[in-house]
């Protein structure tokens, strides 16, 4: 167990519908990190938040949108939802953002399954 | 571009067979190669950080080695609860404001016992 916990675990939803992921970050750790997994693309970075701001984008479509709130915890907002999006979406933590050891710490993963 | 490319894509082994993962890896300036493990439906788990060529850290049957071209994982005599996808990725000191790692595709490794 990472310490880091996401919900929901599965989520089934039809295409155009809108839904929103939830991260949890481990104990003390600033900042979070979402990304996507799947079938043929591997891990790829989405966001990054550092104690509430974002720091960083990746391959992340303008559909989506993220959110870190002052508990730390972190929303990932997925709109317009299309069968490409299904996917395992991943959400990591790490207690520094620039400097030092910064090992990313993983979630169990939303599975996002879009109909 | 930074990128990452892991080899083989899967491997089979036979319990107490060792063999090693290979990760290449190009990056404008190594911040850091990251290897973990990643079992079916489940988050990635971190096995090791290395920082800089000739670096090599253990864990159980695990040892991850590091040169300025590439990574590999040794698996020595493999049992079959190290069957799992190894995951391998980078991180580039030019990334900025960001940490953002940057991963291979994985290794699938099954241990017959």
């Known amino acids: 167990d990472s310490g880091v916990t996401q919900t929901p675990k599965h989520l089934i939803t039809a295409t155009g519908q809108r839904v929103t992921l939830r991260c949890s970050p481990r104990?003390?750790?600033?900042?979070v990190y979402w990304y996507q997994q799947s079938l043929d693309q591997g891990l790829q970075f989405l966001i990054q938040?550092?104690?509430?701001?974002?720091?960083a984008k990746g391959n992340i479509l303008e559909r989506f949108s993220a959110q870190q709130f002052p508990d730390l915890h972190s929303e990932l907002n997925l709109s317009s939802l299309e069968l490409g999006d299904s996917a395992l979406y991943f959400c990591?933590?790490?207690?520094?953002?620039?400097?030092?050891?910064?090992?990313?710490?993983f979630g169990p993963g939303t599975r996002l399954t879009v109909l | 571009e930074d990128q990452v490319t892991q080899s083989p894509e899967a491997l089979r082994l036979q319990e107490g067979e060792s063999s090693s993962l290979n990760c290449s890896y190009t990056?404008?300036?190594?911040?850091?190669l990251f290897w973990y493990r990643q079992d079916p439906g489940k988050g990635p788990e971190f096995l090791f950080t290395?920082?800089?060529a000739g670096e090599e850290k253990e864990k159980e049957r695990l040892k991850a080695t590091l040169t300025k071209k590439e990574s590999f994982l040794h698996i020595t005599a493999p049992k079959p609860e190290d069957s799992a996808t190894y995951l391998c990725?980078?991180?580039?000191?030019?990334?900025?404001?960001?940490?953002?790692?940057?991963f291979g595709t994985g290794t699938l490794l099954a241990v017959q016992p």
């Open positions: 990591a933590s790490s207690p520094q953002d620039d400097r030092g050891d910064n090992e990313q710490f």
């Open positions: 104990s003390g750790d600033l900042s």
């Open positions: 938040y550092y104690n509430g701001e974002e720091r």
């Open positions: 990056v404008s300036g190594l911040r850091g």
């Open positions: 290395l920082y800089s």
């Open positions: 990725a980078v991180r580039s000191i030019y990334g900025g404001a960001t940490n953002k790692l940057i």
